[in-house]
């Protein structure tokens, strides 16, 4: 088990079978974390927002009927105390275009939901611990690591990324 320094996480996902599935991995890396979790990403961030909840480390899905996840990952910078706080998404989509989009928005890393849980547990653990900011050369199929990459004006430049982010309504600059 690797050293975690995120011990209080927050996870926003409609579906609560995903939570089951990531409260298993979670248990596998540690049993001290503090582990909260949301099927709404309003109620998540109205409880973020006033303070009862101090997050580490945010685990966001991006399909949501009332707020989208790339809403509440651009509402979530808005605030002071919530703006450097890594979020990683953790989603189905497998869309170039919809990572692009997440690491404009400000997350950490993208999480294809399609990992197995044993892959899950491996990169939950090098997430929690900070391996995945530390260490160049992790390599797993269902994880981006959006620290390695180091030509943003590419991706924010490229048509599909553009009219995405003018779709959603936010201003890159």
């Known amino acids: 088990m690797n050293n975690i320094v995120f011990n209080n996480i927050v996870h926003v996902d409609k579906d609560v079978n ?3 599935f990531f409260y ?8 001290t974390s503090n582990y909260w979790t949301f099927t709404d990403t309003k109620d ?8 009862k909840i101090t997050p ?5 899905d991006l399909d949501f009927h009332k707020m989208s996840g790339h809403e ?8 002071e105390h919530l703006r450097n706080v890594p979020a990683i998404i953790f989603s189905d989509s497998t869309r170039r275009s919809t990572r ?6 400000g997350a950490k890393g993208f999480i294809k939901k399609s ?3 044993h892959e899950f547990i491996e990169i939950l653990s090098s997430i929690l611990s900070l391996d995945f900011l530390m260490n160049p050369n992790l390599d797993f199929s269902s994880f981006t690591n959006f620290t390695q990459v180091h030509n943003l004006d590419s991706l924010l430049f490229q048509n ?5 982010v003018i779709e959603y309504g936010f201003n890159i600059n």
């Open 18 to 20: 995903v939570h089951e």
């Open 24 to 31: 298993d991995a979670l248990q596998h890396v540690t049993s």
């Open 44 to 51: 998540a961030l109205r409880t973020l927002i006033s303070r």
């Open 56 to 60: 580490d480390i945010i685990f966001l």
């Open 72 to 79: 509440f990952l651009a509402h979530l910078k808005k605030f």
């Open 100 to 105: 692009q989009v997440t690491r404009i928005l």
């Open 115 to 117: 990992c197995s849980q």
């Open 160 to 164: 599909t990324c553009s009219n995405e």
